[in-house]
């Protein structure tokens, strides 16, 4: 069975902090890895990975694979009070490219 | 990305009736949409793959007959929940794969039965 765990669970954190978010996965033909932030509605669209070692960045957010070890982490550098929000990662497997999602990290930020 | 939205944004209904949730790709053909839902303080479980033309594929432990998918063009997936039950009531959201293989989803549908 596809499984994607996820941690930490939930992280408290100071304004300005720098956060390291984790991913592993367990997933049959695995295609590639995505990060979503999901404030109080659907998740948005931030990363997909499909080649191991190369860094995604977009401003203070960015993202790294290891296909070998079959792990993801997303870096946020410098948080802010609107980085506030559950962190999804999915592995996209199989022939449909369905995903499967982690549980997510729920970030919180405070001023 | 593609964009995509969802109709209604939330609904209530009374157990036993029925309520179809529209789910639109905006400017993008998608031969492939997917079903989510979300209970509160839980992640995101794929329901079934809507598949433009075709029946949908479902997942293990989804009722087939009870959460109906009818994805009769590229741009529209509807899902029609029959029968419904409070147990039912949850967030449901769709999505469509991208040019490059990711996903988008759609706002989401909260949906609440009495």
């Known amino acids: 069975e596809d499984k994607v765990v996820q941690s930490p669970l939930s992280l408290v954190v100071h304004e300005g902090d720098t956060v390291t978010l984790n991913c592993s996965y367990e997933?049959?033909?695995?295609?590639?890895l995505l990060w979503y932030k999901q404030e109080k509605k659907a998740p948005t669209f931030l990363f997909m990975l499909?080649?191991?070692?190369i860094e995604k960045k977009s401003g203070r957010l960015s993202s790294i694979l290891d296909k070998k070890e079959l792990f993801s982490i997303l870096n946020i550098t410098a948080t802010q009070t609107g980085d506030s929000a559950i962190y999804l990662c999915?592995?996209?497997?199989?022939?449909?490219?369905?995903?499967?999602f982690g549980k997510g990290t729920l970030l919180t930020v405070n001023p | 990305g593609a964009v995509v939205s969802q109709h209604p944004s939330w609904v209530i209904c009374k157990s036993g009736t029925s309520v179809k949730i529209e789910c639109r790709s905006l400017d993008f053909q998608a031969t492939t949409m997917f079903w989510y839902r979300q209970f509160p303080k839980q992640s995101l479980m794929l329901m079934a793959t809507s598949n433009e033309g075709s029946k949908a594929t479902y997942e293990q432990g989804v009722e087939k007959d009870k959460f109906l998918i009818n994805h009769a063009s590229l741009t529209l997936s509807t899902l029609t929940v029959t029968s419904a039950h409070p147990e039912d009531s949850s967030f449901y959201i769709c999505?469509?794969?991208?040019?490059?293989?990711?996903?988008?989803f759609g706002p989401g549908t909260r949906l609440t039965v009495t």
């Open positions: 999915a592995a996209s497997g199989g022939s449909n490219y369905k995903l499967t």
């Open positions: 997933v049959t033909n695995f295609r590639s």
């Open positions: 499909t080649s191991s070692g």
């Open positions: 999505s469509v794969i991208g040019s490059s293989y990711e996903q988008y």
